[in-house]
């Protein structure tokens, strides 16, 4: 079986990939019967010749392949008919902008697997770029801080080489003594956190945070049952919340009333209550005024992230009085951080821990005749026709 590693070709360009030229050495020896080409690449964060250098073909033609792996979608006129595909097709959630694309991938007969329908069979995501963006997210709002109040300046990650940098200069800062709010518990939150406890800010339990003020900054890490109740007044649960959030409302503004920083790394589920609003924004209470907000759900769940911004222009400011945009550092504003494309400040090491994960939950099943059915639950197409677990977006291909 052959496996190209192609060209990205979106715009704007994207320097990832799935494999790092260290990484993919490592397939080849865990895969002896898996053969690996490189399509050229001349943005890709690793150049041709370090592949080269680990022995890989790098050509400019790779349509002699299985199975082809990128990272973001796959322009329509660079599609070959009749392989495999990986990529992230932003195609599950019935996105306008690439219906033609799911459309062009059925008629070629393409079978598409999508790196976020690559599931375990409880349906949690086994692989993906949420660590980067935690850890990009979370070094970003408090560069942000650094900029806003005059305290520190801190370089962009993008302009540093790898988190090894990023941590080093994360070491000349000082933070005074803020309260920081951290959600979720996944990927992304593990990735802030990991920023968090790099420079020493000490976590406490949320039972403390609410009820004590400190003199050195610390942060606190709550997930749905801390951030949302039940409105009858009973013991909510977990996973009966991710099944069905109606009945339960937001318990967010303790917590806001208590909080400089608020870095979001939760997942939002569609029905579930939003965790501020922009009425609780306008609380005289309300204590936020800088959001690092990685979860980057726009007009929702994070009242103040009215857009996503950019690697270019990553801050902007929030009037709560107002509703309205304003400059970053404007009197009253909410600092608001949300780039929806982190991981890509950081492509070297999330390319490198992205391509570990491949090799170990993906690859396997290529070789083990997909004993674990991980190619199976997260085929998109098959026949020119849609997968029966994708079947619910037979309108969305029809344009209906
Ligand atoms: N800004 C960016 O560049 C960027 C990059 C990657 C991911 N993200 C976003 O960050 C968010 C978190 O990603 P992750 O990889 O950490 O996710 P994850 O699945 O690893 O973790 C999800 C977290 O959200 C909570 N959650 C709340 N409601 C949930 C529900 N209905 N289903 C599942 N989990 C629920 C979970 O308890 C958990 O704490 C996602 O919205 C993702 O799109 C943003």
Redesign the pocket.
Known sequence: MKFAIIKERKNPPDRRVVFSPETLAEARKRFPDAEFVIESSDIRVFTDEAYRKYGFEVTDDVSDADVMIGVKEVPIDFLVANKDYFFFSHTIKKQPYNRELLKAILNNNIRLYDHETIVGPNG??LI???RY??LV?AYNGIRALGIRDGLFHLPKVETLADLHEVKEVLDQVQLPNIKILLS??????NGAQEILDHMGIKEVSDALYLTSEFTEPVYCRV??MEYAKRTDGKVGE?LA??DD?TGYESNFMPYAKLTDFFIA?????NN?PYLFTREDARHPDFRINLVAD????IDGPVASTIRSSTIEDPFYGYDPISETEVAFDAKGAITVMA?????CELPKDASEGFGETFIDHVLPSFFDNDEKEILKRAKITENGKLTERFSYLQDYVEGK
Request: contains cysteine; charged residues 15%; proline residues 6%.
């Open positions: 949690y995501r993906g770029f949420g963006a935690g997210g979720g518990t996944g990927k992304v939150a997930d749905v977990r919340f991710y959030p790394g939760h997942f939002y589920g579930a990685i979860s980057c759900d780039v929806d494309n982190l991981p």
